[in-house]
């Protein structure tokens, strides 16, 4: 086992996976990647599961120093990564060396980025089925806290990946879009016709009250419903209203069960671009149906396998890269050292 040494700690970095789940009705939160689009792609880009652990940060990146040889990509908001100085592209394979430095730095678009790292990901205990971190409860992850100076994340060296050289993705620019796409909530029928009408029309911003628990959004109050709620269980992407008639839409380290009305919730294919967007971008929420949304999510998973099978089918087209691991290992010693 190697490790990645912290020499920079960037922003609010964590250890996520897609999340601890089956644990709700105990209380613990689900975690995991606010971005999972982004971080499934990493993923992929490595050969990795799409559920390996990687690295999330906020807004700025770390920077690292390797101890053995890998392959990392680095995905999500937009940045301009370098390695030993010199700029690295984004949604790519990259092949690391011993001792090599990467640099993330801070984000020009966007919240939220991930690097992930090949051979299975970072390799930080499993906490009740997951790697991910809770910070308000100080559980999975590394310490079960964000990344700190000289803090050594472990993980397996890796020294072949199958087409290394194909291994990237044509990704749009990090966009801040004009409008959310939700479906009916539970309490949707609570809420007067007038206050679904002005839910759906007026524009909100994302406030600075935003975290990985949710996004408190500004606009105007709803009128809030009057009937006493009993507490029920959370989803992600719910949108909550507040007896301040204020939204917040709960996200990845949301409370298990709330009791506010959730007047709807944000469809799994725009989670990704809700959580990116900048605090101040005007935008509006838009009503879909459920056949609606599972298309559209299905289209972003289908595009996700057409990617996996098309590095499947170019694994033995030129260049091919690095394909043996004992001579990739023979290779680092002659040139390294070690």
């Given amino acids: 086992m190697a490790t990645i040494e912290v020499l920079n700690s960037g922003f609010a970095a964590t250890v996520q996976d897609l999340g ?44 690292l120093q390797f101890a053995a040889p890998t392959f990392i990509a680095i995905t999500g908001a937009t940045a301009n990564p370098t390695v030993n100085g010199q ?7 990259l092949a690391i060396q011993a001792g090599d430095q990467l640099q993330v730095g801070p984000m020009t678009a966007g919240r939220y980025g991930y690097l992930a790292v090949a051979n299975g990901g970072l390799q930080v205990p499993v906490v009740l089925g997951s790697r991910a971190t809770t910070l308000k409860i100080q559980l999975g992850g590394l ?43 539970p309490q949707w029928d609570l809420f007067t016709p007038a206050a679904q009408s002005q839910f759906l029309q007026q524009t909100y911003q994302i406030s600075q009250q935003a975290d990985r628990m949710g996004y408190q959004l500004q606009g105007e109050p709803l009128p809030v419903p009057r009937e ?16 301040n008639g204020l939204p917040i839409v709960l996200l990845a380290d949301r409370q ?12 799994g294919a725009d989670l990704a671009s809700f959580v990116q967007m900048p605090a101040g971008q005007d935008f509006h929420f ?15 998973q289908q595009a996700l396998a057409t990617l996996a099978a098309s590095f499947a089918a170019q694994k033995y087209q030129a260049p091919v890269g690095p394909a043996r691991t004992g001579a990739q ?10």
């Fill in 87 to 93: 700029s690295v592209p984004l949604n790519q394979a």
């Fill in 256 to 267: 298990t069960a709330g009791g506010y009305p959730m007047i709807a919730t944000v469809i």
């Fill in 20 to 63: 601890r789940y089956h644990y709700q009705s105990a209380g613990f939160p689900v975690s995991g990647a606010m971005d999972q689009a982004s971080l499934k792609l990493a993923n992929l880009l490595v050969n990795n599961d799409a559920n390996a652990a990687a690295l999330e940060f906020i807004l700025a990146g770390p920077t």
């Fill in 143 to 185: 310490f079960g806290r964000t990344l700190a100076v000289g803090d050594g994340l472990p993980f397996e060296p890796a020294y072949v990946l199958p087409s290394l050289a194909h291994r990237h993705a044509q990704v749009p620019a990090v966009k801040a879009p004009t409008h959310i796409r939700v479906l009916k909530g």
């Fill in 228 to 243: 006493n709620l009993i507490s029920e269980g959370t989803v992600l992407g719910n949108i909550q209203i507040t007896r």
């Fill in 286 to 300: 838009e009503l879909t149906d459920l056949t609606r949304a599972r298309a559209l999510l299905t289209r972003q």
């Fill in 329 to 338: 290992k023979l290779a680092q010693i002659i040139t390294h050292g070690g």
